[in-house]
T-cell receptor, first 111, second 114 residues
């Protein structure tokens, strides 16, 4: 069975800190790995990663994939209270493009 | 304009009732999904339709029946509701099966079964 594991499950940091969220996976057929941010409602797309070693960056957020070791990290630098959310990692296994999600990391940024 | 819209946003009902959740997307996508998010925020796929054809049917009780009248709509009907059905149900869509295309989610429908 395809599996996606995220760590830590939850994290509380102070504004300005840098955080690293982890996602490891075991799937039979890998196509891509995606990161989503979920605040109160719908998960919103952050990054899609398909190749190892190529960093994707958007403002203070960046992510990288290691297909050999089967994991990805999401970095957030200079965190702000608006970064407080659940961060979801998902793997597209190509089986009818099914996304298998991890359990998420709940990030809380305090003042 | 809302890309993926679900109704209702909130639904509170008694055990044993039958209820439906509707989903519509105006993105021109041809693949639609239903995901269930439990109280621990774990998102799990339930169904996927491509051009009105059922593609994915995870091990979901047959009390759950999806219906896709056209490729822009995917509705979810639930019979004989149970307490464990309480969750947030997310509809999502994407274009085709290409790995390059990202899933777009609706805002979710929170179902509470009493």
């Amino acid at each position: 069975e395809d599996k996606v594991v995220q760590s830590p499950l939850s994290l509380v940091v102070h504004e300005g800190d840098t955080v690293t969220l982890n996602c490891s996976y075991e799937v039979t057929n890998f196509r891509s790995l995606l990161w989503y941010k979920q605040e109160k409602k719908a998960p919103t797309f952050l990054f899609m990663l398909t190749s190892s070693g190529i960093e994707k960056k958007s403002g203070r957020l960046s992510s990288i994939l290691d297909k050999k070791e089967l994991f990805s990290i999401l970095n957030i630098t200079a965190t702000q209270t608006g970064d407080s959310a659940i961060y979801l990692c998902a793997v597209d296994t190509g089986t009818a493009s099914k996304l298998t999600f991890g359990t998420g990391t709940r990030l809380q940024v305090t003042l | 304009d809302t890309a993926v819209s679900q109704t209702p946003k909130y639904l509170v009902t008694q055990m044993g009732n039958d209820k439906s959740i509707k989903c519509e997307q105006n993105l021109g996508h041809d693949t639609m999904y239903w995901y269930k998010q439990d109280s621990k925020k774990f998102l799990k796929i339930m169904f996927s339709y491509n051009n009105k054809e059922l593609i994915i049917n995870e091990t979901v009780p047959n009390r759950f029946s999806p219906k896709s009248p056209d490729k822009a709509h995917l509705n979810l009907h639930i019979n004989s509701l149970e307490l464990g059905d309480s969750a947030v149900y997310f509809c999502a869509s994407r274009m085709g099966f290409s790995g390059a295309n990202v899933l777009t989610f609706g805002a979710g429908s929170r179902l509470t079964v009493l």
